[in-house]
């Protein structure tokens, strides 16, 4: 029983992973002029889910499984039911980490929705750099790849300031 419980935990938090990413795919589409076609928006959904969900499951998995048993194993000798190990130990004990893997799928995710906008859109920034490549718009690309680097850096660091405020007991120096 605890080993489903652990795979709802997983299929939870791909879910939270995969709502950031549609978020972000959602700040990305309401920025552009043009409203964009809804197979142009499903393309980009399934090419971000695809690149990032297989590869945040294994890795929840894995933060779920780095839990100390003798965590789970405490729990269990003062009582505690599998809900109550997953509740009070296993979930506390992996936020970190499910935060750094969220963290790095979102990196993930934002690639995958350049490469999307640079195969299959009519809009975004990946689409904008490849019209300038057409035009030899050089200074429009820079701009472009620029951007995309200061959105990946900005979205990197607002993890880590979340990270940092979270769990300010793994940063504490001394």
Known sequence: MIVSKKEYLVKVNSLLAVGL????VALTVRSQ???PKPAALAAKIAIIFIGTFFQMVLMVAEDVRRVPMAQIEAAQTMGATRCEIIEKVIIPSAKP???DTLRITMGWAWTYLVVAELVAANSGLGYSIVKAQRFLQTDKIFAGII?????????DQAFRLVHRLAFPYLHARG
């Open 33 to 35: 002029t043009a409203p």
């Open 147 to 155: 951007l995309i680097g200061a959105i990946g850096l900005a979205m």
């Open 21 to 24: 990413v549609l978020g972000a």
């Open 97 to 99: 980490a499910l935060l």
